[in-house]
């Protein structure tokens, strides 16, 4: 019934597609070190209420939105909404132009890694060997110096890879590459993990993993924290599950798939976070220093206490080296490559180019702005553009979501849709979390951080340059979107009806 629209050859191909898009960086550092800082144990309470609360009711609505409209971002709200068509557009381009050029290059470091791993590069000061030889910090984010050759190197080989998967299409290339990518992943990692608990002192860490500190609980920021991490883990307000849903033929159980998609996701988390501890816990115990003296920040945790860690390990660092750095480029290479599917989905529905002049466009327009992440000051640039998408740019698009669909469409239409094509049924109770939940949730957390955002700089960066790089990068994706929005459509994919109507 849907004409010319690629789709997914099986059900299972679909759920490893959005499995390969949620997991990914953050499953890896992002949520050790969040666990870690936020009452260790104590942290999977909110983390798994936040899940059950808003990662797993979102999802089902991004893949019932998809589905039951047939659209990437912007044809589905198009369709919910001739003045709705920007709300589809903004986060295919604060993702594609924002989120997908940093990320790129910390998958440029991964390769680097995995190549440094083979004679421990990093030497005895895995630190300095990171920040000054590697990445050669400046000291601001205006300072921004030259480009750095090796990470340069990669990320064109980052594009290149992501540009062959795309061009082949939804099922023989993104499909096919991660049919191989999520095993290969779940058998990394389970290497790695089975390894790492087996070292001395794995258990230290372990403990400090899983002993709750309950007093955590307290803090409305640890909430926050846990919130944050769900929309940033499920890929929720990128605008790529409701693509992803959108290449899925009529009949396939789609609450279901949200539900699995979600839980391997946080399983993914889990199970790693054992393999982090277990590492922090031999370097603790190797070095005799306590456990808090070995976890640095969250970029340093892969890049610094890692490195580490491997050359304390012996003959087989190397190879332990090579497994870790290559789980952590498989896992990015498949959520990057699902942001920039989203973009062609969405100027595919509208404009009608045919996918290879996209992707080849896209890629070569993502490499191109990805250099300035590799420059002297690219870290700084990458923890600005970082921290206003995550915190602001993807609860706001969420947000938006929820009220859009929830208040000025019939939300039943979606859940009804659901309930035809799906064994598990949704209650009546669904709207609800949606429609006010979900907005009220949300609401606080912006709220809460604009308060923060306003009384202190982030990261003691200067105004000028949060104001210059951060917000104007919120500010010009919105801007764009309505340009976006306003094109005349070059194909009649919106003149459809959606599946549930
Ligand atoms: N879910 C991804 C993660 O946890 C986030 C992401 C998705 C980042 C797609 C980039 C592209 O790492
Ligand atoms: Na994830």
């Known amino acids: 019934e849907t004409t010319g629209r690629s789709t997914w050859k099986s059900r299972t191909g679909f759920i490893l597609a959005a499995i390969g898009s949620a997991v990914g960086l953050g499953n890896i550092w992002r949520f050790s070190y969040l666990a870690y800082e936020n ?16 990662g797993i009711p979102l999802l089902i609505l991004e893949f019932g939105i998809g589905h039951e409209r047939i659209g990437s971002a912007p044809l589905a709200f198009r369709k919910i909404g001739r003045r709705w068509e920007w709300l589809g557009w903004w986060p295919l381009l604060f993702t594609m132009f924002g989120i997908v050029l940093y990320y790129s290059v910390v998958i440029a470091w991964c390769v680097d890694f995995i190549f440094y791993s083979f004679n421990l590069s990093w030497g005895d000061d895995p630190d300095k060997f990171f920040f000054e030889s590697f990445l050669n910090l400046s000291s601001s984010p205006a300072e921004i110096g030259i480009i750095q050759t090796p990470i340069l ?43 790492s608990v087996n070292l001395e002192g794995a258990m230290v860490g372990i403990s400090a993993y899983l002993k709750p500190d309950f007093t955590k609980l307290g803090d409305p920021n640890v909430w926050i924290s846990a919130y944050g991490q769900i929309f ?11 693509a992803y849903a959108s290449y899925m033929p009529y009949n396939s159980n789609m609450t279901g798939s949200a539900v699995i998609t979600a839980l391997a996701n946080c399983g993914f988390s889990l199970l790693s976070g054992f393999g982090v501890f ?29 490195p580490k860690a491997i050359s304390l390990i012996g003959d087989a660092g190397p190879l332990f080296g090579v497994l870790f750095f290559l789980s952590l480029t498989v896992a990015g290479v498949s959520s990057a490559i699902s942001i920039v599917e989203a973009f062609v989905s969405g100027a595919k529905d509208k404009f009608g180019i ?3 002049k996209l992707a080849t466009l896209l890629c070569v327009l993502g490499f191109a702005g ?67 939940c979900l907005p009220l949730f949300l609401t606080v957390i912006l709220l809460n951080q604009l308060i923060r955002e306003l009384s202190v700089a982030y990261g003691g960066y200067s105004w000028a340059s949060l104001i210059g790089i951060g917000w104007s990068w919120i500010g010009i994706t919105f801007l764009v979107s309505f340009i976006f929005a306003v094109q005349p459509w070059k194909t009649d994919n919106h003149l459809a009806k959606g599946r549930g109507e």
């Open 232 to 242: 940033f883990t499920l890929s929720l307000g990128f605008g790529i599950m409701i």
């Open 354 to 356: 045919n996918r290879k």
């Open 153 to 195: 190197i990669s990320l064109f080989i980052v594009w290149l890879v992501s540009w062959g998967i795309i061009v082949r299409g939804v099922s023989r290339g993104v499909e096919l590459a991660n049919r191989v990518f999520m095993p290969l992943l779940l058998l990394l990692t389970l290497v790695l993990v089975f390894w």
């Open 278 to 306: 277990a590492i922090l816990g031999f370097m603790s115990v190797t070095q005799s220093k306590p456990l808090e003296e070995v976890v640095t920040q969250s970029i340093g945790l892969a890049f610094v206490a890692y």
């Open 39 to 54: 009452g260790g144990g104590a942290f999977l309470i909110p983390y798994i209420f936040a899940l059950l609360t808003a």
């Open 370 to 436: 990805s250099i300035i992440f590799t420059t002297n000051g690219g870290l700084f640039w990458l923890d600005i553009v970082d921290h206003f998408i995550n915190n602001y740019g993807l609860v706001m698009a969420g947000l938006l979501e929820c009220i859009v669909v929830g208040w000025f469409f019939r939300l039943d239409i979606i859940r009804k849709h659901l309930n035809k094509v799906s064994k598990m049924q949704l209650g009546v109770w669904w709207n609800w979390v949606i429609k006010l």
